[in-house]
């Protein structure tokens, strides 16, 4: 038995990488053929959409680690190859490299697209791109793809890029982190009503729960004070939301962090007066104490008192010191004074 699962180990691999480089060889031949193009690339992307065939599951679907396993693929119990190729290209990003290199070089061809949209929609969400005109190139393509295929979905009353929508579950907490940056509150509403479901949604939350999850994730990730300045500012349209108790906490803890001077925020005087106006704004209960609380530890950081405050204080110590002195001297003077007759 352990013999057996030995041998499927590489199988697995060896027929997933076989099949990588069998699209990579019919995209270069599409390349290679203008007068086949067409027809090549619409062969290409009904292969990939095939449901996998029983013998091929027995072979992807083995125990071993980086193999694919069964759970969490497929829809409705239907398995098809971009489900397969899609997660591969993550696992193993190089092998999907030339097949993304050759899909670029045919981006105006019909289908070029579509196929993109199957094979690398999870890898796109996954890889972190330098260049943002590759970026935004590689966005353009897969909403263009994704439609198409969704299209084709409908058309044929069939749910075989059923789980290429629900890729729309990554695109929405992309969009939650961005949301705000690209001045877009007036759309907040619409965007967590059109929220798609999780699967962790018992412990995490509703839409509102998981947009403000990300939205506190991304402004403790955040360095560029002006950028930060525009977060703390937006963020006050997230007052009157229906939160758990947890996700409350969570916002109100972060935007607490940027309150106080020193570490590990090491905020600005600007974003400090920032983060207390929202604060502020989405939890009113308790404003006092919370300032009361802040100005007992503000004593422990002096340098970050007004200068004004400072030099009064200064100028007090200084006075004591010297009074003190001019006792001190003035008491020893009178004890070595001679005694009169």
Known sequence: MQQQEASSRPQSSAYLNALSLEIEK????????PSQRRN???????????EVDDRAKDIILSREEDAI???????????????VLADYYIRVPENGKPILD???????????SHIFALLFHKWLFE?????????????????QGATNVFWMDI???TRRFQSLFQAQRDLYLLLSRFILFYNS???????????????NVFLVGGPADILVIELTDQLQKLKVEPVLLHYLSQIKVLRGMELRMATSTRLKTCLYSFTSPGGPMYPTRAVRHAAWDALDFLFPVGRYPRHLISLFFRLLYPWYWPSSCWNFIVSCIKAVFFSLLGFIFSRWGKLRAPKMA
Not at 102 to 112: D, E, H, K, M, R
Not at 127 to 143: F, G, I, M, P, T
Not at 185 to 199: A, G, L, M, N
């Open 40 to 50: 090549l690339l619409q062969e290409l992307f009904a292969d990939i959409a095939l």
């Open 102 to 112: 050759l899909i670029v070089q045919l981006w105006s061809q019909s289908f070029a």
């Open 26 to 33: 019919k995209l270069q031949r599409a390349l290679a053929s």
């Open 69 to 83: 396993s069964p759970a969490g693929y497929g829809v409705n119990g239907r398995l098809c190859f971009y489900d």
């Open 155 to 157: 058309q044929s009353n």
């Open 127 to 143: 890889v972190q791109l330098d260049n943002a005109d590759v970026q935004l190139r590689y966005s353009y393509a897969l909403v």
């Open 185 to 199: 509150v007036d759309k907040i509403e619409s965007f967590v009503k059109q929220c798609p479901t999780f699967p």
